[in-house]
């Protein structure tokens, strides 16, 4: 199981080049696009992201000085923007209480309980923020991700998060910036070859997929 999970993420390295994800100039973007990522395209998020960068409010105390409705529509681009508004502030007020300190909230106890613990924050969201802000060794497991290690045949496409999150941390070396690289690989090798509607004959890693052995009448 190792040596085919190395194998899968060099050859999506060799193909599309390392990814140097998050693509961001603060750790406090990450955190915004952290939670405008939530069940929209990166495209979108992209979007709202600069206007907020447009309007000089990319920096916490602003945001939060801005009433929901204000943020909702600086924001609108990426969907679900009356949720989100009031996600962000949540997680802002909780980066309050620690004055903004990343390092100081980096070295608290149980980190991943806390961040779960704010409303509107869950594993995907809280793992990525651990994992690009904080550089914890944790692997974030997105819809992307259960695409396509269920089309290879690691685990059935409904399993649980945890289950897919188990699936690398017990069988890859725990590596901040390792995780971080795969999971970028997988978000570029969704977007070009194992989409919705697969591309499977073009795909660098077909020889190793049980979907595309089936699909296609190969030999297992």
Known sequence: MTNLLNQIF?????????????????????IVGAILTQNTSWKNVEKAISKLKEKDLLCPKKINSLSHSELSELIKSAGFFNIKSKR???LINFLEKYQFDLKKIKSLENLRDRLLEVEGIGKETADSI???????????????TKRIFSRLGFLEEESSYDDFQSLFHNNLTRNAEFFGEY??????HAKEYCRKKPQCTQCPINHLCYFYKTAYGQKI
């Open 10 to 30: 060099f050859i999506l390295l060799n193909r599309f080049g390392p990814q140097n994800w998050w693509p961001a100039e603060s750790k406090f973007e990450i």
């Open 130 to 144: 651990l994992l690009y802000v904080f550089d914890q060794p944790v692997f974030v497991v997105d819809a992307y």
């Open 183 to 188: 999971h970028a690989l997988i978000v570029k």
């Open 88 to 90: 962000l502030k949540n």
